[in-house]
């Protein structure tokens, strides 16, 4: 059975930082590109970030490029976004997501994702 365990959410203040992790079971890890998500109120769930199953490549939303990094560690299992510089506009649930050898094109829709996590909800106050 596949679990994806994201943790790390919380209350925040603008311009401070958070880190998410996502702690993977079930797959072979190395073998997956990984996407961190949000969804706002309202609003449609949002690629944030993604890095090829190989590890060659990362993307980013121009919303939180420079701010955000994302990275993985394939023994320990994990996918970590870092997030600086945080804004108010940043506050939603973050979700990662796994699709089996993805490529850089099909990671840019969650359509694509087979594995999801339940979700961390992440605020940022002003």
């Known amino acids: 059975q596949v679990r994806l365990v994201e943790s790390g959410g919380g209350l925040v203040q603008a311009g401070g930082s958070l880190s998410l992790s996502c702690a993977a079971s079930g797959l072979t890890f190395s073998t997956y590109t990984l996407g961190w998500f949000r969804q706002a109120p309202g609003k449609e769930r949002e690629l944030v970030a993604s890095?090829?199953?190989?590890?060659?490549?990362?993307y980013y939303a121009d919303s939180v490029k420079g701010r955000f990094t994302c990275s993985r560690d394939n023994a320990r299992r994990t996918f970590t976004l870092q997030m600086n510089s945080v804004e108010p506009e940043d506050t939603a649930v973050y979700y990662c997501?796994?699709?089996?050898?993805?490529?850089?094109?099909?990671?840019?829709?969650?359509?694509?994702?087979?594995?999801w996590g339940q979700g961390t909800q992440v605020t940022v106050s002003s």
């Open positions: 997501a796994a699709i089996f050898r993805g490529t850089t094109a099909q990671t840019m829709s969650a359509l694509a994702y087979k594995y």
């Open positions: 890095i090829h199953w190989s590890g060659s490549s990362t």
